[in-house]
């Protein structure tokens, strides 16, 4: 299926450890399907960077490895959501990380008459994160991500799809911080697997093989779900 055959604004929700996977992924569903991926974190960091009041709240707690509060991330994305190219449909990636962030995010769907199609558990070890993380870096043009290891571009030091030749490394991205993420994602996210569970709209994808195999399953998936 292809976004011309999709009729309702879809919702699908990406969980999964940080490094599973989902950033890419969600770049690359938004392409396939038309639909707008809503990271909190790129929201958080955009805060970070432009000094909001959240942004100010947000810093420390990021370069910890924390999560940010509640009410920050859930206004944050609440705003998103309510920009006009979301009703093309939404991705979540990275949001909701606590069940009081589902719970809100439910209330907001309902309130605008929207439902959860489905949440994608991608599922990888642990072992794998630490490896994944520490070597992925973005172009600073357009947010292509890449991997010392598993993807680098084409033409040595230029972005595959825009041709610039800056790129960025998270803060975030270092072995202490990861470990706190990892944990952080074990004692307040991963309980949503049952939540979404009870709902019945989870499904599960093998994160741990190749970005492209992952990407074709994945896909497969979405178009079933909207179909
Ligand atoms: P990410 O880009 O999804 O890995 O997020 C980077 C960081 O932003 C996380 O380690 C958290 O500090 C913060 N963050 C992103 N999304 C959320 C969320 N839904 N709830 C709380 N903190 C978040």
Redesign the pocket.
């Known amino acids: 299926m292809d976004a011309a055959t999709i009729t309702a604004p879809a919702v699908l929700i990406l969980l999964g450890p940080?490094g599973a996977g989902?950033?890419t992924q969600a770049r690359m569903l938004e392409d396939k399907f038309g639909l707008v991926q809503l990271?909190?974190?790129?929201l958080?960091?955009g805060a970070v960077a432009a000094g909001t009041e959240a942004g100010k709240a947000?810093k420390a707690?990021?370069e910890a490895?924390?999560?940010?509060s509640?009410g920050i991330?859930t206004a944050i994305l609440r705003d998103r959501m309510a920009e006009t190219d979301c009703a093309k449909g939404v991705i979540l990636?990275?949001?909701?990380?606590?069940t009081v962030?589902a719970e809100a995010l439910d209330g907001l769907l309902a309130s605008t008459d929207q439902k959860i199609n489905a949440a994608i558990s991608l599922e990888v070890d642990d072992t794998e994160m630490v490896t994944r993380i520490s070597g992925r870096y973005t172009c600073a043009g357009c947010g292509e991500g890449y991997h010392d290891t598993y993807k680098q571009p084409a033409e040595d030091g230029k972005c595959d799809k825009c041709g610039h030749t800056e790129f960025t490394r998270r803060a975030?991205d270092n072995a202490e911080t990861v470990a706190s993420?990892l944990s952080?994602y074990h004692a307040q996210t991963a309980p949503l697997i049952d939540y979404y569970q009870a709902q019945g709209v989870l499904k599960g994808i093998d994160a741990m093989g190749q970005i492209d195999d992952i990407a074709r399953d994945l896909q497969a998936l979405v178009g079933d779900i909207m179909d």
């Open positions: 940080p989902k950033g990271s909190t974190g790129d958080l960091r947000a707690v990021m490895g924390d999560l940010v509640d991330v990636d990275g949001f909701p990380r606590t962030q975030d993420r952080a």
